[in-house]
Each structure stands twice: as C-alpha cells, then as structure tokens.
C-alpha cells in the first residue's frame, strides 16, 4: 500500500480506502465540518462516522464543501443502539441519510451487538436489523454491510437468518489490544477487520516503548500506530481535529516496521487498556 487511496477489497467486491478519518468525539458544528474537511484536503477518501456521534449533519456539510466528488469518497454510518430491529433501523437510515444529505451510504454498521435496551432480546433485535440492512443493501442505498464490536458468537448468531455476511466488522485494535482470537476468526470468514481508536486514545503517547519506536523510524508515535495497524492487515481510523496532525497521520506510506517490532508493539499488552466487553456495556 502507497497511498491513502489504496483500497481493500471487501467479500462483495467494494472496494475501500485502506485509511479511514475517524469522526468519534468531533463535536457537530465547526469543528467537525473542519476538520473532516482538513482531512479530506489531506488526501483521505474515506470519512467514518455514525449516529452516535451526533455529526452526521456536519459530516455531509464537509463533504459538501470539500467540492469532491461523491463517488471519489467513501462513507460509514452505524446504527446507534437504541434503534435496533427491523422497523426502527429503517427509520434510522432515512434519518441518517438526511443529515448527511446524500443518496446512499457506503458502509453501514450495527454499532454494538448487545446494547442494554435490548439485553433480553438481542439475537432477535439484530435479526430484524440484519433483514433491514439487507433490503437496503439489495436495494442499492448502501454499497456495503458490517458490524462494529462484534464477537464470533454474535456473528454466529447472526448468521442463523442472515442472507448476507457482514463484509466488515469494526473494532478496537491498537497497541496491547489485539483481540485475537475475534481477529482470527473475522479472517476465517473474509470479514475486513477496521481499527478504531488505533492511537489507543491517546494513552500510547505515554508508553516508553512507543517513543524510542519513534525516535528509531523518526516517526511520530501516530504515525507508528497506524503503519503498525496497517502492517497488521486492519484498516485504521485515526481521529484528530488539529490540521498539522490529520495531515501527519495521512504519511505513513514511506516506511515499514521490522516484523519484530510490530510483534513487540502487538505485545505491549494492556498498555493502552482494552476494549470493552460488548455483553457488559451500560448504553
């Protein structure tokens, strides 16, 4: 990979740019219409966002203004939690493809798999969202189907009625937090595994081993995050709303890792913390 345009192929054939500009905690108005539209100057084609995050709206405003091409660019939306089953989803999309004002959506996830409202009944919650999902996929209203913090046996039960397997699942991979044996088998279904907070929120600008990877490649610490993630087959999603550090964030094509260090990096266990456990989460 060369380039911020080099793609991934998902299992249906779509192709998706091999670095994606994370949106979470970009606050909706100025500073994300901003900053996405820094980053889409910036060389990146592929914007994620979700219900969640509350700036849909600000997302489409950028994309908009940046004067480029829809089809040039490449957009996630998911699913917020309390809008699961078939007729609550169908909703929700109208909703999203609203704010961001567009035709259709690229990528669209069930954003957790177990949220509390539906603690009881979730194999049956994300069925109905799964048949949504579908129709809207089939329809052509979005080019690509996924997950986000999904384990195997939520996949597994997802497959007993789906028609269509998750082309992606999304999850946090970073430094110490590998989640392996979700990798492993994510890669035994051909499921795209995308990495969110890939700079470990932060934290990994902390961690000794990270700064002298740095000084070693003169490379900032982001930059080895992501060529790390990269080198790891995932397809990260750095958020930042500094213009200086987006465009830092973009160059990670120059140089690689030594395969021990990306084994040391993947050994940092707990460095950064680890993800949550998505039967556990309280929202």
């Known amino acids: ?137 089939n329809a052509k209203r979005i080019r690509a189907i996924g997950v986000s913090n999904f384990h195997p046996r939520h996949i597994e039960e997802l497959m007993k009625t789906a028609a269509t397997a998750p082309m992606v699942n999304q999850i946090r991979l970073c430094p110490g937090d590998t989640q392996d044996e979700v990798v492993d088998y994510c890669r035994s279904k051909n499921i795209l595994l995308e990495a969110y907070s890939p700079l470990g929120v932060g934290k990994i600008f902390e961690v000794p081993e990270m700064t002298a990877l740095a000084e070693k490649y003169g490379k900032s610490i982001a930059q080895i995050c992501i060529r790390w993630s990269l080198q790891r087959g995932y397809l990260p999603l750095p958020k930042s709303v500094t213009p200086s550090r987006i465009r830092e964030n973009a160059q990670v094509f120059d140089f690689d890792l030594e395969a021990a260090d990306v084994q040391l990096i993947a050994d940092l266990k707990g460095c950064v913390g680890y993800s949550a456990d998505p039967d556990k989460i309280t929202f």
């Not at 004002?101 to 509390?116: E, K, R, S, T, V």
Request: aromatic share 12%.
């Open 1 to 137: 990979m060369k380039a911020l345009t080099d793609c991934y192929k998902l299992s249906n054939g779509v192709e998706i740019p091999c670095v994606g500009f994370g949106t979470w905690q970009a606050p909706d108005g100025e500073v994300c219409v901003s900053s996405t539209l820094s980053a889409v100057e910036a060389g990146y084609r592929h914007i994620d966002t979700a219900q969640g995050y509350g700036n849909e709206e600000s997302v489409g405003a950028a994309v908009k203004k940046s004067g480029i091409d829809r089809k040039e660019l490449f957009i996630t939306s998911k699913l917020t939690n309390s809008e699961h089953g078939y007729d609550k989803t169908m909703a929700a999309f109208e909703g999203t493809m609203k704010k961001l004002d567009m035709d259709y959506l690229d990528l669209f996830l069930i954003h957790w798999p177990n949220p509390i409202a539906f603690r009881d009944n979730w194999r049956e919650a994300n069925a109905g969202t799964w048949k949504a999902f579908e129709e809207l996929y």
